[in-house]
């Protein structure tokens, strides 16, 4: 992983943890405005910055093109099947969980040295998170406006391609593709499984009743 993704995900820890003082390194003031910004959308408070004079803010270097971060859910599935040519990044080999917050994908793609990061990423919902994530700022990080800032921030691209889009049309859509895929929170990277008791199996559910279709999460 390059210095810079270290670097980013450590002021990002500070921040979500609401230090008070976050340490940085030495970086312009439009870096430090992404940072501000950051904290007030995702923690409503102004922290303040303490500069490590001994070390500078590192640049991303990209040595690939787009990646897909590839969890087997249904946005990720469906953009796999869509577009093949993009390599894919298995979530799990960088995360202890499956549907990490996009913060976190958006700094480890371009940790990675991929200029594009692609993730799937739906129009929210509000009901693909519990209470306890709203914690960490998943609100601010699912936006537009946030890819957009991470950008002039980091000089990498972060983007979903079913922002504008709601969950229930993508089911359809995979339903209609035969796009296999596996939303259970309880999977362990069985495609077939299905808990059938998890709050995304519950979702899942209720698309497949909505849309008139036999419960893929009995199968």
């Known amino acids: 992983m390059q210095k810079r993704a270290i670097q980013d995900w450590r002021i990002r820890k500070q921040i979500l943890d609401e230090q008070k003082v976050v340490i940085i390194p030495k970086m312009w003031d439009c870096e430090k405005?992404?940072?501000?910004?950051?904290?007030?959308?995702?923690?409503?408070?102004?922290?303040?910055?303490?500069?490590?004079?001994?070390?500078?803010?590192?640049?991303?270097?990209?040595?690939?093109?787009?990646?897909?971060?590839y969890s087997g859910g249904l946005e990720s599935a469906l953009i796999a099947h869509q577009q093949p040519e993009l390599p894919k990044i298995n979530i799990k080999d960088h995360f202890e969980w499956t549907n990490p917050i996009e913060g976190s994908l958006a700094i480890?793609?371009?940790?990675?040295?991929?200029k594009v990061t692609t993730y799937g990423g739906e129009l929210y919902d509000g009901g693909n998170f519990k209470e306890e994530e709203k914690?960490?700022?998943?609100?601010?990080?699912?936006?537009?406006?946030?890819?957009?800032?991470?950008?002039?921030?980091?000089?990498?691209?972060?983007?979903?391609p079913f922002w504008l889009i709601e969950k229930n049309y993508l089911f359809k859509v995979a339903i209609r593709e035969g796009v296999t895929f596996n939303s259970c929170g309880s999977n362990k990277g069985d495609l077939s499984y299905w808990c059938g008791k998890c709050d995304k199996c519950k979702q899942i559910r209720q698309y497949c009743y909505a849309n008139n279709i036999k419960d893929i999460t009995k199968l």
């Open 33 to 69: 405005n992404f940072w501000l910004n950051y904290a007030e959308k995702v923690c409503g408070y102004k922290p303040i910055f303490s500069v490590n004079k001994e070390e500078k803010l590192d640049h991303y270097k990209f040595h690939n093109n787009a990646c897909l971060f």
């Open 108 to 114: 480890c793609g371009a940790g990675l040295g991929y």
């Open 135 to 160: 914690l960490v700022g998943w609100e601010y990080e699912l936006t537009v406006e946030f890819a957009r800032e991470w950008e002039k921030y980091s000089d990498a691209i972060f983007q979903s």
